[in-house]
């Protein structure tokens, strides 16, 4: 992947729109920016960074969200003033030209990151702007632009290979378990690391829908055996049902024929029908003279009572004389009684009811009375008669018999009548039976039989075929439910297949996670050692004492010498630590597997001239695409220790100017350069 | 063919699993865990869609 242009307006301290062009003549690689301090050269490498990322991560530093922040700090008149830019509309445009490794032709990539429709036109803080991304391949945007990035750049690129010096001076010391992880990130190591813990995340995940459908599953056999009894039985109450059927059709088509021939004898039916009526009428009449018969023997019965009827008047009369003299004595004992009980009550008295007081003459006179009403009274009990017992009896039967109307002419008559009515139905019937011929009779009251026990069968064959249609009916609503069991079995069987194979898909590809992580770990790590060395042995101004650079599992670098001892880097010098460093990270872009730009910014200040000349002599060699960043002293020095090999490598220059009055920056074109003893000052 | 492709190759091969599916899994990673900030939830999902379609 290569840069070839950079577009930035009101970006840092540029203002305006500022262009710089990578474009590339072939063979050559490197492009140098230069400036004094505070020119604006270091905002170039912050508005690669910032439009890529949005932000501008240091080696090591957790990747994380962009923030309007980021882009706050970056406008251009946040610094000066009262912090508020003038022009809102920042935006950082990138333009790449990428070959892919199983492509043919390359590919062009435009990358935009602008503040867009800021909320006020005069924003006074980062949360009234807007950030936007954008991404076009070959003039298309691209709707996932970070993949779209991520595809043409190493994983945390932004980390390792666009870098400040203060940055690689950090890195030129141990190295941190942050660091490890974006080594890692750019090796794809973390990425194995962390796609292990996440499938077996989604392991347990399919796992535990596993074992939900299996407890919601029930027992296929259980539903095909009731399917294959609820078969049986359906089928069992279908034959049922059809020799039901079968027979009701028989009988019917009986019936008509009994009836057919009954139709055929429709006259002689009739007088059967005639005879039966007479019958019937017959056998009313005879119960009616039965019934008339009983009236005989009451009559009889009361005949004798009758004939002594005027006796028993004249003995009821005498008896209720009787009877009426002992009604008079009894009122006459209840009215002496009252008497008495009132004289005794009124004795007790001192006043009369109607106020007046009561003498002792007066109640002499009472006890007198009362006296008297008690001895009378002791008389009318002692002289009460007894009632004679027969009394009740005899009025009774004397009563009933006055009632009894004994009509025996009349009973004579009514039975009478009845015998006619008798005789006339017998001779009717004996016409009829002689009208109709015994053979006939025989026939007509067999079919009428037959009829009679066709119609009880086909209706008991109906009643049957009715409750078979229910059971069937029962049968199919069961098989209907057992059905629907079934598929739901079926289709849970078919969803637990699924989930096996979803589970067996993340453990296998769980377990190919790991069997690469641990071989690619190693692998890369020897490529970084191995790339570190060729090019620590390219810098470093002790190759007759320095053998090759180490990584160790934890991706701390170290030195080895000619005797195989190690030296650990707190004891090397600065300048030394810086070529270990860069030697090194130069290692972990080849073990990357992706070309990215190499951007160098104010990194050769702490090396001597023996490191300083090996670097400027191999910098083409170490990337292909390099831009350098240099402060005013470093353009001097490189244009003084470059060799005419380094020179033959550049493709353009660009100074960092700033315009005091102004208070903005700006980029120029310059000449190609030449070794400094060859330019003629102006 | 890279390293890392070479080293799935050899992986897929042997445990009888898709290169492709190993390769997406990796892009997904990739670009959901490391290039953005995503919920890790999303990256959860997203390997499962990508299993969920491979067993289908």
Same mark, same amino acid.
């Given at each position: 992947?290569?840069?070839?242009?950079?577009?930035?307006?009101?970006?840092?301290?540029?203002?305006?729109?500022?262009?710089?062009?990578?474009?590339?003549?072939?063979?050559? #690689?490197?492009?140098? @920016?230069?400036?004094? &301090?505070?020119?604006?050269?270091?905002?170039?490498?912050?508005?690669?960074?910032?439009?890529?990322?949005?932000?501008?991560?240091?080696?090591?530093?957790?990747? !994380?969200?962009?923030?309007?922040?980021?882009?706050?700090?970056?406008?251009?008149?946040?610094?000066?003033?009262?912090?508020?830019?003038?022009?809102?509309?920042?935006?950082?445009?990138?333009?790449?030209?990428?070959?892919?490794?199983?492509?043919?032709?390359?590919?062009?990539?435009?990358?935009?990151?602008?503040?867009?429709?800021?909320?006020?036109?005069?924003?006074?803080?980062?949360? +009234?702007?807007?950030?936007?991304?954008?991404?076009?391949?070959?003039?298309?945007?691209?709707?996932?632009?970070?993949?779209?990035?991520?595809?043409?750049?190493?994983?945390?690129?932004?980390?390792?290979?666009?870098?400040?010096?203060?940055?690689?001076? /950090?890195?030129?010391? /141990?190295?941190?378990?942050?660091?490890? $992880?974006?080594?890692?990130?750019?090796?794809?190591?973390?990425?194995?690391?962390?796609?292990?813990?996440?499938?077996?995340?989604?392991?347990?995940?399919?796992?535990?829908?596993?074992?939900?459908?299996?407890?919601?599953?029930?027992?296929?056999?259980?539903?095909?055996?009731?399917?294959? +009894?609820?078969?049986?039985?359906?089928?069992?109450? +279908?034959?049922?049902?059809?020799?039901?059927?079968?027979?009701?059709?028989?009988?019917?088509?009986?019936?008509?024929?009994?009836?057919?021939?009954?139709?055929?004898?429709?006259? =002689?039916?009739?007088?059967?029908?005639?005879?039966?009526?007479?019958?019937?009428?017959?056998? $009313?009449?005879?119960?009616?003279?039965?019934?008339?018969?009983?009236?005989?023997?009451?009559? @009889?019965?009361?005949?004798?009572?009758?004939?002594?009827?005027?006796?028993?008047?004249?003995?009821?009369?005498?008896?209720?004389?009787?009877?009426? *003299?002992?009604?008079?004595?009894?009122?006459?004992?209840?009215?002496?009684?009252?008497?008495?009980?009132?004289?005794?009550?009124?004795?007790?008295?001192?006043?009369?009811?109607?106020?007046? /007081?009561?003498?002792?003459?007066?109640?002499?006179?009472?006890?007198?009375? !009362?006296?008297?009403?008690?001895?009378?009274?002791?008389?009318?009990?002692?002289?009460?008669?007894?009632?004679?017992?027969?009394?009740?009896?005899?009025?009774?039967?004397?009563?009933?018999?006055?009632?009894?109307?004994?009509?025996?002419? $009349?009973?004579?008559?009514?039975?009478?009548?009845?015998?006619?009515?008798?005789?006339?139905?017998?001779?009717?019937?004996?016409?009829?039976?002689?009208?109709?011929?015994?053979?006939? +009779?025989?026939?007509? *009251?067999?079919?009428?039989?037959?009829?009679?026990?066709?119609?009880?069968?086909?209706? *008991?064959?109906?009643?049957?075929?009715? =409750?078979?249609?229910?059971?069937?009916?029962?049968?199919?609503?069961?098989?209907?439910?057992?059905?629907? #069991?079934?598929?739901?079995?079926? !289709?849970?069987?078919?969803?637990?297949? &699924?989930?096996?194979?979803?589970?067996?898909?993340?453990?296998?590809?769980?377990?190919?996670?790991?069997?690469?992580?641990?071989?690619?770990?190693?692998?890369?790590?020897?490529?970084?050692?191995?790339?570190?060395?060729?090019?620590?042995?390219?810098?470093? &101004?002790?190759?007759?004492?320095?053998?090759?650079?180490?990584?160790?599992?934890?991706?701390?670098?170290?030195?080895?010498?000619?005797?195989?001892?190690?030296?650990?880097?707190?004891?090397?010098?600065?300048?030394?630590?810086?070529?270990?460093?860069?030697?090194?990270?130069?290692?972990?872009?080849?073990?990357?597997?992706?070309?990215?730009?190499?951007?160098?910014?104010?990194?050769?200040?702490?090396?001597?001239?023996?490191?300083?000349?090996?670097?400027?002599? =191999?910098?083409?060699?170490?990337?292909?695409?390099?831009?350098?960043?240099?402060? &005013?002293?470093?353009?001097? #020095?490189?244009?003084?220790?470059?060799?005419?090999?380094?020179?033959?490598?550049?493709?353009?220059?660009?100074?960092?100017?700033?315009?005091?009055? /102004?208070?903005?920056?700006?980029?120029?074109?310059?000449?190609?350069?030449?070794?400094?003893?060859?330019?003629?000052?102006? | 063919?890279?390293?890392?492709?070479?080293?799935?190759?050899?992986?897929?091969?042997?445990?009888?699993?898709?290169?492709?599916?190993?390769?997406?899994?990796?892009?997904?990673?990739?670009?959901?865990?490391?290039?953005?900030?995503?919920?890790?939830?999303?990256?959860?999902?997203?390997?499962?869609?990508?299993?969920?379609?491979?067993?289908?």
């Amino acid at each position: 992947m290569r840069l070839t242009k950079l577009e930035m307006k009101n970006f840092g301290p540029y203002k305006g729109v500022v262009e710089v062009s990578f474009d590339s003549v072939k063979g050559k #690689n490197v492009w140098i @920016i230069w400036g004094s &301090n505070g020119a604006g050269k270091t905002h170039v490498f912050k508005a690669i960074k910032w439009c890529l990322y949005g932000w501008e991560p240091s080696p090591g530093e957790k990747i !994380r969200r962009p923030t309007s922040k980021d882009a706050w700090d970056l406008v251009y008149g946040t610094n000066i003033d009262q912090g508020i830019p003038p022009d809102p509309y920042m935006h950082v445009c990138l333009w790449f030209e990428h070959q892919p490794e199983t492509a043919s032709s390359s590919k062009q990539l435009y990358v935009v990151r602008r503040l867009v429709r800021p909320a006020s036109s005069r924003p006074r803080n980062p949360s +009234q702007i807007d950030v936007d991304f954008e991404v076009k391949i070959n003039g298309r945007i691209n709707d996932s632009p970070k993949e779209a990035i991520e595809a043409i750049l190493p994983v945390a690129a932004n980390q390792f290979f666009m870098f400040h010096g203060e940055e690689i001076r /950090k890195m030129s010391l /141990k190295h941190g378990e942050d660091v490890q $992880q974006a080594i890692e990130l750019i090796l794809d190591a973390q990425t194995f690391r962390q796609g292990i813990a996440h499938l077996a995340t989604v392991g347990k995940q399919i796992s535990r829908e596993l074992d939900e459908e299996r407890a919601k599953a029930g027992d296929m056999a259980q539903y095909l055996d009731a399917k294959h +009894q609820i078969e049986e039985k359906t089928e069992s109450i +279908q034959k049922e049902i059809t020799q039901n059927q079968r027979e009701l059709e028989a009988k019917r088509e009986d019936l008509e024929n009994v009836d057919a021939k009954l139709r055929s004898h429709q006259g =002689s039916e009739k007088l059967m029908g005639q005879l039966e009526i007479q019958r019937q009428q017959l056998n $009313q009449v005879e119960e009616d003279r039965e019934n008339h018969l009983a009236k005989y023997d009451v009559l @009889i019965s009361e005949l004798p009572s009758r004939l002594i009827l005027p006796e028993l008047q004249k003995v009821l009369e005498k008896k209720e004389v009787q009877h009426q *003299r002992i009604e008079e004595q009894r009122q006459r004992i209840a009215e002496l009684r009252g008497m008495q009980m009132l004289a005794a009550r009124v004795l007790k008295l001192d006043t009369c009811i109607c106020g007046n /007081k009561i003498t002792g003459v007066e109640k002499t006179h009472l006890e007198a009375e !009362r006296r008297h009403y008690e001895d009378e009274l002791k008389q009318s009990e002692a002289g009460l008669e007894q009632e004679d017992p027969t009394y009740y009896q005899v009025r009774e039967t004397v009563a009933g018999l006055s009632a009894s109307k004994l009509d025996f002419a $009349q009973y004579k008559k009514e039975l009478d009548r009845i015998n006619v009515r008798i005789d006339e139905f017998r001779n009717a019937i004996k016409k009829t039976e002689k009208d109709l011929g015994s053979s006939d +009779q025989g026939l007509i *009251r067999q079919l009428q039989a037959d009829r009679t026990g066709f119609q009880e069968e086909i209706a *008991r064959r109906q009643e049957r075929v009715s =409750s078979l249609r229910e059971m069937f009916k029962t049968q199919q609503d069961y098989m209907d439910r057992v059905e629907r #069991n079934i598929l739901r079995v079926d !289709r849970s069987s078919r969803v637990k297949q &699924n989930l096996e194979r979803q589970f067996s898909l993340a453990q296998i590809a769980r377990s190919s996670f790991e069997s690469v992580l641990e071989p690619l770990t190693d692998i890369k790590r020897k490529v970084i050692e191995v790339e570190a060395t060729r090019i620590f042995r390219k810098l470093t &101004n002790k190759p007759e004492e320095y053998d090759r650079i180490q990584v160790d599992e934890y991706y701390d670098v170290a030195v080895v010498n000619k005797e195989g001892n190690l030296l650990e880097r707190e004891k090397l010098s600065t300048g030394e630590r810086e070529i270990v460093a860069l030697s090194f990270i130069l290692g972990l872009m080849r073990a990357s597997e992706k070309e990215a730009p190499l951007v160098l910014d104010t990194f050769f200040a702490h090396l001597d001239d023996a490191h300083y000349t090996n670097i400027v002599s =191999s910098l083409p060699d170490f990337a292909h695409q390099v831009v350098l960043i240099l402060t &005013n002293v470093e353009y001097q #020095n490189l244009r003084q220790r470059a060799s005419e090999g380094f020179f033959g490598h550049l493709a353009q220059v660009w100074q960092a100017t700033r315009d005091q009055e /102004k208070k903005a920056s700006k980029l120029i074109g310059t000449e190609l350069l030449a070794p400094i003893s060859k330019v003629v000052p102006k | 063919m890279t390293t890392i492709g070479e080293l799935l190759q050899t992986a897929a091969t042997k445990n009888g699993i898709s290169i492709d599916l190993l390769s997406r899994l990796l892009n997904i990673e990739r670009t959901y865990l490391y290039l953005t900030d995503a919920n890790p939830s999303t990256v959860i999902d997203r390997i499962r869609d990508a299993i969920k379609e491979a067993a289908q």
